[in-house]
């Protein structure tokens, strides 16, 4: 087989059209690299300076009263991973800038896909983009090709009245395209590494590999059953034909479709109901015979018997602050109960799209590139969780300077001072471990491993046909 | 041999070839998915905003029967008193939407990026987070729409090489061009022939998709004359790709080399050329954080109140002269109400808002302008946002209701103050003429 491959890459190395191409697809591959690092840098250092300035202004704010500080609240930029670089995801379509503030949480806005028209849709040509749709191409082309003109110069003939066994062949030519897309892998993730190695922790450089054994695993895929298809049909344009049909079906086609089917099956709400519900839900809580109230009531007796006075007026702390920290628990209750319902959705959705891709391990690995590049839903999901547990810790800090502070009820004159909003924490954000990662990837790594699994199995049930 | 014979000797082709006819079948069910979607969000959209106005209608009601009532407001909010023009203004649930045009059944374009409803009030500005665009599944909206000017634009170059495989390739790898050239003297006109009828069939098959869906959704009723540009604009497209088609096939290269290089030049300009300009433009202009933006909503709204009333009430004068006309005009500063202070400062923070909103829209307008000049060389995205713009589906056409809005905060600050100075009191009659400011 050593021989087959070695044979292989001679004639590829003679052919200078071809060691042409192999050139300009890599000076793509290192420029996509590298400007795709290079506006991640610009994105992160963009991010850094504004999160630095919201936060001076936090810092510098005059002595204020609390709850005017809950109001007006603070801002938090996504944080753009290491691996963006390589695969955008859904980074371009969710926006980057989130208002935290009392009594409500917002949503991201200012997504890059609404700040122009549109430019591409197929997204930007990043590493991951050639390395899905391009060099899946050109392996199509090469391997097709290869086994064509073994067939068509019937040179497949001596070899094997030379004692050669047509799977090794097969084996052989596969192998050989198979290493050559993986050194366009290698060049890219090596460009991914060391252009970054400022950023470098051992979860990226995991992160990167398990990347590069996920796309290896789709190129043997596409290598082996374009090699089937042309070793078993008769008419080698169908063959090209029928795997063209396929980079297409699964590059352009079903991923769409899947995911807009998806959408239709499982639907979420419109933004009105879903306000609606969130609305109805805490206007029922502040109903006289709905236990929020009685809640309320509750805490209200419950300070007034620990400190063993009979009105709010006479406690020596402050019950406003007790009270918008009891709203905004209900508040957090409701938010809890709606956007669990819309996560299970979304879940479903994905869910959906995962098991969908079943026939099409294209849509496998472009989620599972998605999701080890940290740009996946699941990964906005917990930024969005993560970062409205610090808007509950940040507002109930507030709450709580107003309510033990040092004022009185009713007294909204009261300020905290500099020192105190200072001492607030600031938001740090740190993505799902790599192992969480694969509690939501497990499907896409098992269609791709099946498939490879199926490409192997295809290659040893060929057999030589005249 | 006529055109007829060429249409026969296609057709007889195509239902003899499996491939051609899944391919047909596979545009087929992503043309009418694509025109399906289409029709449903548009639907989505105007039921939603239906119902968004019937809850400003209701809204808009109450504050009525406060009026005729004689009463201020609501008796657990006594700080509401409907007959002033700020509370009036706000209780007549000013609102402004962007309704989906018909077209868009073909084009959704960028639709699900933006808000299309919003209430304004003295304080909206064209970003806030109820502007915010409905709550979809971000891998799906990465992924992009399946509309039909998608269908058209990227998958039906794709069927064009399909059905034009066997075209001067078949003929060159069977060796029967000579035969041809000895027939007809040359080979172009067998190429050209058989090429105008698969065109002819695909135009016919376009038309007849388009006006069928046309004409179930109503979009032929209401929006004509932009689908018949439409239309026009995609029979262009096609019979462009038609012409390209016959160049390479002049080049005799083979079937194989033929669909190949075909492939190569569909993932060049659908791919390659639009993925790269996008780099290239998010590398120039990246993803706006909005900073600019917040400081002006917090920073520089803060500097405004701390401005000393005469300074600030000068330059509300100067931008609204009508104010000089009005009761208050002459009356000295120490007079002023506290509410009626409010109400300078509110107007010239509006104002302010305006002032910056135009500086982010012109920022975003460089970016707009780098994409456009790429059309050139990046054809597919400029018919396709071209379409977007026909079907009042691209950022532009969002970006004018941004400004829509803008320019409603203003008109609603600038009509609370000229009442104010006015002193009047707001009754029914009044309200209704509120109610009615945005129709304008």
Same mark, same amino acid.
């Given at each position: 087989m050593k021989a087959i491959i070695w044979n292989e890459w001679i004639l590829l190395r003679r052919n200078p059209w071809f060691i042409g191409l192999i050139i300009v697809l890599i000076l793509i591959v290192g420029l996509t690299s590298y400007f795709g690092v290079a506006e991640t840098k610009k994105l992160i250092a963009m991010e850094a300076e504004a999160s630095a300035e919201i936060r001076s202004q936090w810092d510098n704010q005059? @002595?204020?009263?609390p709850h005017n500080a809950a109001h007006y609240g603070t801002y938090l930029f996504k944080p753009s991973s290491a691996l963006t670089g390589f695969d955008e995801g859904v980074n371009g379509v969710v926006g980057k800038t989130l208002y935290l503030e009392g009594h409500r949480q917002n949503e991201i806005q200012y997504s890059e896909a609404s700040q122009s028209l549109q430019i591409s849709r197929f997204g930007k040509l990043r590493p991951a983009l050639l390395l899905q749709l391009i060099i899946p191409l050109l392996l199509i082309f090469l391997v097709f090709a290869s086994i064509r003109t073994e067939r068509e110069s019937d040179r497949v003939r001596i070899l094997l009245v030379q004692g050669g066994d047509f799977r090794q062949i097969l084996f052989g030519k596969i192998i050989a395209y198979w290493l050559l897309s993986v050194l366009f892998l290698l060049v890219t993730l090596s460009l991914q590494l060391i252009l970054q190695s400022e950023k470098l922790t051992t979860e990226v450089i995991l992160r990167t590999c398990l990347i590069g054994v996920g796309y290896a695993a789709f190129y043997w895929i596409i290598s082996s059953c374009t090699a089937y298809l042309t070793a078993n049909l008769r008419q080698a344009g169908t063959a090209l034909s029928l795997m063209l049909a396929c980079w297409i079906v699964w590059g352009v086609f079903l991923p769409k479709i899947s995911g807009t089917l998806g959408e239709q099956l499982y639907q979420l709400p419109t933004r009105q109901a879903f306000a609606d519900g969130m609305r109805a839900d805490r206007a029922s809580s502040l109903d006289g015979h709905n236990p929020e109230e009685e809640k309320l009531a509750a805490l209200k007796d419950s300070v007034l018997r620990k400190y063993q006075v009979e009105t709010v007026e006479e406690l020596p702390i402050n019950f406003d602050g007790l009270l918008m920290q009891a709203d905004e628990e209900v508040g957090n209750v409701v938010w809890d109960k709606h956007f669990g319902d819309l996560n299970k959705v979304l879940r479903k959705q994905k869910t959906f799209t995962q098991v969908s891709s079943i026939p099409n391990p294209l849509q496998s690995l472009q989620s599972l590139s998605m999701g080890l590049s940290g740009t996946d839903y699941f990964h906005h999901a917990d930024f969005m969780l993560k970062a409205e547990q610090y808007r509950r810790q940040f507002i109930k800090s507030l709450n709580e300077k107003h309510a033990y502070g040092g004022s009185k009820t009713g007294d909204w004159e009261w300020a905290a001072d500099q020192e105190f909003y200072r001492s607030l924490e600031d938001f740090s954000y740190s993505a799902i471990p790599l192992n969480q990662v694969f509690n939501i990837l497990w499907t896409d790594v098992m269609i791709l491993f099946g498939w490879v699994i199926g490409g192997f199995l295809l290659i040893n049930s060929s057999k030589f046909r005249i | 041999m006529n055109l007829f014979n060429y249409l026969k000797w296609e057709w007889i082709n195509f239902i003899r070839s499996p491939y051609k006819i899944i391919a047909v079948v596979l545009f087929l069910i992503a043309a009418g998915f694509s025109i399906y979607n289409g029709y449903a969000l548009r639907n989505k959209q105007l039921d939603t905003i239906s119902k968004v106005k019937a809850i400003y209608k209701k809204q808009l009601d109450e504050a009525k029967a406060y009026l005729k009532a004689n009463k201020k407001g609501p +008796? &657990?909010?006594?700080?509401? &008193?409907?007959?002033t023009p700020y509370w009036a203004m706000y209780s007549s649930a000013q609102h402004l939407t962007k309704a989906p045009s018909p077209m868009m059944v073909f084009a959704v374009g960028?639709? +699900?990026? *933006?808000? *299309?409803y919003k209430r304004i009030n003295a304080?909206?500005? @064209?970003? &806030?987070? &109820? =502007?915010? @665009? +409905?709550?979809?599944?971000p891998e799906r909206i990465a992924l992009g729409a399946l509309d039909f000017t998608f269908v058209v634009l990227f998958l039906l170059p794709i069927l064009l090489i399909v059905l034009c495989f066997t075209v001067g390739g078949y003929e060159q790898d069977k060796q029967v061009s000579k035969l041809i050239k000895i027939q007809l003297g040359v080979q172009s006109p067998w190429i050209f022939g058989r090429i105008i009828s698969i065109g002819i069939y695909v135009s016919g098959f376009l038309i007849a998709l388009i006006l069928i869906s046309a004409l179930f959704s109503g979009v032929i009723a209401e929006a004509g004359n932009s689908l018949f540009q439409f239309s026009a604009i995609i029979l262009l497209y096609t019979w462009i790709w038609l012409l390209g088609i016959i160049g390479l096939i002049h =080049?005799?290269?083979?079937q194989t080399a033929q669909a190949m290089t075909l492939t190569l030049i569909w993932v060049i300009f659908a791919m390659v050329i639009p993925g790269a300009v996008h780099q290239a433009a998010s590398l120039i202009?990246?993803?706006? =954080?909005?900073v600019e933006f917040l400081d002006a909503k917090r920073e520089d709204t803060e500097d405004i109140y701390d401005t000393d009333f005469p300074i600030v009430r000068n330059r509300v004068i100067q931008n609204y002269p009508e104010l000089k006309e009005t009761k208050l005009a002459t009356v000295p500063d120490s007079v002023f109400a506290q509410n009626l202070k409010s109400s300078i400062y509110r107007t010239e923070i509006a104002y302010h808002m305006k002032e910056v909103s135009e500086k982010i829209e012109n920022s975003f307008g460089e970016k707009n302008s780098f994409i456009t000049s790429s059309y050139w060389f990046n054809p597919i995205i400029g018919i396709q946002n071209y379409l977007f713009g026909l079907a009042e589906t691209d950022y532009i056409a969002y970006q004018n209701y941004r400004k829509k809005i803008q320019s409603a905060n203003l008109e609603i600050c600038k009509t609370i103050i000229l009442d104010e100075w006015n002193e009047v009191k707001v009754d029914l009659e009044k309200f209704t003429v509120y109610e009615k400011l945005l129709e304008k």
């Open positions: 005059e @002595a204020g009263n | +008796e &657990d909010s006594p700080w509401i &008193d409907v007959q960028q639709a +699900e990026q *933006f808000g *299309f304080w909206s500005t @064209a970003y &806030d987070g &109820d =502007l915010a @665009a +409905e709550i979809s599944n =080049l005799q290269m083979g202009y990246p993803n706006n =954080l909005m």
